[in-house]
């Protein structure tokens, strides 16, 4: 009989790698035109290069996602969004933009972290099919097994996409953080599964009228950042970006329960063209 110590359960080793997902920043910049003012010519071509450089997606090292963009309004000139599974590989980038010969011209105003995920409203095979049971189907038929057979062969694709997404080649991206209430009478966290799961379903629903317009990401930042999701739209043309928020704020799930932070909305561009664009000539 041995007498020696219990063993310990095996630890996982120490890592910054998510075991699902990848990290997601998306960053905001503006230059700062006083102090650009006293740079040579010199300066700004090197600077310049240094920056295309840095935000070139096809680099070799570069993260497995990165999108340049032009931002509309005051609130920032330019934003990025980073996605890969090392985030220091994803702040490398931020760190050589900041670091380059135009980095003391260059301040950041704005930028939030998060994961991707698969969301719990994400109905399983068997979830689906019981979904479909209460719209009117019956168990069985061959609507209903068309419809389970079609699911089961696009759900893989569909997680694929929210946690390695790829961006969609579309000309405009608006992210917004947001929060669910925790309000006496609308706290979001006390109502039972089964109601919160049929008001998403009720809110995806709206979503999918925007089918090969709109493209959605959602990240979670809950122990991340200030807010609890990140919302990532790229629509075919801005005023898609309108009609899709403001069709799915009359739902439950938002018009009740739903707390919005700031809207950033950019062009989609590259490191040149925005360079251009922002006058860095």
Known sequence: MSHGRPKQAQLPEPSVIPT????????????????LSGFSQEEIDHGRKQVIEALSADREGAPQRLQTSIVSGHKADFSLMIMDPDPLKIDSVHQEIMSSELGAAIQPTYSFVSITEISEYVPSLEQYGDRLVRDGEERGSPGFEAKMGAYEKRAPIMRE??????????????FYPMNKKRKVGENWFTIPFSERNRLMAEHAQSGMQFAGKVS????????YDDWEWGVTLWARNPEYLKDIVYKMRFDEA?????????????????????????RIK
Do not use: K
């Open 254 to 278: 938002s018009a009740r329960y739903a707390e919005f932070g700031p809207f950033y909305t950019s062009y989609i561009s590259t490191p040149e063209a925005m360079l251009e664009h922002c």
């Open 216 to 223: 959605q990401l959602i990240s979670v930042s809950v122990g």
């Open 20 to 35: 699902e997902g990848w990290h997601c920043t998306h960053y905001y910049y503006s230059f700062d035109r006083a102090l």
């Open 161 to 174: 996409q929210r946690l390695t997404p790829t961006f969609p080649e579309w000309p405009v991206m608006c």
